[in-house]
Nanobody
């Protein structure tokens, strides 16, 4: 019913930057929290950043000072600006959204976008 689609991943050199986007579409009354996670091969999914509907943010220690989460409520889109990228940032990045639909609230995940940081 609701689909999240990430974009903006790719290959970047260490020290470089990428900006990820995640757009939600479908039957949406409103979106509460949105967030970004990542999963590297052989590791569990890791929380990175979260933003509420009014713009309050929370970050994992591993990305504080380097990554910035933001959102455009009018476009149902969340962004992740990633600066000073390191090889250890290489992972599949997923967005997450807590969506209020017509009859209830649901949690959705995007399909993921690959970020590869070369040394």
């Amino acid at each position: 019913q609701v689909v999240l689609v990430e974009s903006g991943g790719g290959l970047v050199q260490a020290g470089g930057s990428l900006r990820l986007s995640c757009a939600a579409s479908g039957t949406i009354r409103s979106i509460n929290d949105m967030g970004w996670y990542r999963q590297a091969p052989g590791k569990e999914r890791e929380f990175l950043a979260r933003i509420t509907s009014v713009g309050s943010t929370n970050y994992a220690d591993s990305v504080k000072g380097r990554f910035t989460i933001s959102r455009d409520n009018a476009k149902n889109t969340v962004f992740l600006q990633m600066n000073s990228l390191k090889p250890e940032d290489t992972a599949v990045y997923y967005c997450n959204a807590d969506v209020r639909g017509l009859y209830g609230r649901y949690n959705y995940w995007g399909q993921g976008t690959q970020v590869t940081v070369s040394s």
